[in-house]
């Protein structure tokens, strides 16, 4: 991470002082970065001039004297509270009293780390995300102490560098690694309930839910170890807040070693002749010859262009119930975060099927589905054919409350809203802090207002209902704008 941060620098124009405790490892560490320099220029990212000049900016120094004249100071060492402070109390007998400190940090308090010196207010979070020379985001975090000025500062140098900075308060998890807790969290609480298997709850995230990667496939990528590491780190600062809760089902994998693609296995198998398993996709059935389809929902209106475009013959009626679709004897709603069952009981209707959310129903080539358990297999079957006539493969999965990409965007957005509620951040730097850190498709509360607030919080009044626990209590700033009428981006 540190000699992605030097690269950024330099081909910003700024001479950059390396500095390694391990002996040779910042020398290393520059002619790795001047290879990628190198590689920017030959692909003609970079102008020769610019590469050449960045290449020299960079210089390898043995010791933290050598640093006395540096005006920004970026510590990119071990994630260790004692360790960091330790470091900074060295600097600050070095340094001139103006130079900045920025810790990149991704899971400790600055505030914790500026209480060890004498001037804190020097001292703010440069949180780069890896690989540094690619990711957009940089998380400016204030402690108790920054200084505002010194914020700002960093905010502008980032920008500078071509990067998109946003300012966070030191809380646990700043934005990113706080907000998507959920991502991970509900995907485990849908294995754990049965819904599906790993392979197809990514495949619904990816092709309906519009995410660059499912959350198994992902949390194997980061490492059990890591992420397992940071939802506790999460929950603990958090005095055990059940919206963080860690899962057993991940804390079985860390206890056997399953620690994902850099052990060889972990949701998946990565071993050398190991074969990941594909999604389970209901077998195609015959095109039904009774469509109604209903009201102008987004999920109706998509409907409608995909069948039209198919040559696929449906009729249209207004909805009075919400309900998008009629088929045969099944009656498709979106979830709104109640079972398939529970609906079906309380609108006296027994062949109830439910449809997930998707990021944008006119190009999902996935949708997810769930039937009532009073529902017959004849109108299960009848609403699979009328999705697949659409041209969706379909997932079908056990019938649990709120489904999967709808439960987990309303679940992002309620805590995106929490930290905009409590001062962490602004709307806006919520959501660019999600798609540039963590490369959302869309910022979870720019994806709420588009949902429409009222359904976001009654998905999870209905979430808080089925399980009863505090894990879905709705942010007081959700409750706000829904009573006020109005997104939470404003209007």
Known sequence: MGAGIAQVAAVAGH?????????????????????????????????AERAAQASTNLVAVQQLSDL?????????????????????????????????????????SVTAIGAALKRPQ???????????????????????????????????????WGKTAVHAKSTPGFIVNRVARPYYGEALRLLTEGAADCATLDAVMREAGGFRMGPFELM?????????????????????????LPSLVQKELLDAGFLGKKSGRGFFDYRDGASKPSAQTEALRDTPANITLCGDSAASQALAERLAAAAIPFTQTPSADGRVAQVDDAVLFVTDGRSATQCAAEAGLANVVLIDLALDYRSAT???LASAAQCTEDA????????????????????????AVMRTVAMLANEAADAVYQGVCS???????????????KGPLAWADAVGLPAIHTVLTHLGASYGEDRYRISPLIQRHVCAGQSIHGG
Request: proline content about 4%; some cysteine.
């Open 15 to 47: 001479r950059v002082q390396v500095l390694d405790n391990r002996p040779g490892a910042a020398a290393e560490a520059i002619r790795n970065v001047q290879a990628q320099i190198t590689k920017l220029a030959d692909k003609g990212k970079l102008s």
């Open 68 to 108: 006395a004249g540096a005006n920004l100071i970026i510590e990119a060492i071990v994630e260790n509270l004692q360790a960091k402070q330790n470091l900074y109390a060295e600097l600050e007998g070095i340094v001139g009293e103006d130079c900045i400190f920025g810790t990149n940090t991704s899971s400790i």
């Open 122 to 160: 020097r001292l703010a979070g440069l949180h780069f995300f890896n690989p540094a020379p690619v990711m957009a985001l940089v998380e400016i975090v204030s402690g108790l102490a920054t200084e505002p000025g010194v914020a700002a500062t960093l905010f502008a140098t980032a920008t500078a």
């Open 220 to 244: 194997d990528m980061i490492g059990h170890d890591v992420n397992y590491a940071v939802t506790c780190s999460v929950w603990n600062a958090f005095y055990n807040d059940p919206r963080f």
């Open 366 to 368: 996935r949708l997810a």
């Open 380 to 403: 299960a079957g009848a609403a699979i054919a009328l999705l697949q006539a659409a041209g969706l493969h379909v997932a079908r999965l056990a019938d649990v409350p709120g489904l």
């Open 427 to 441: 709307p806006a730097a919520a959501d660019d802090a999600m798609r540039l850190g963590v490369n959302y498709p």
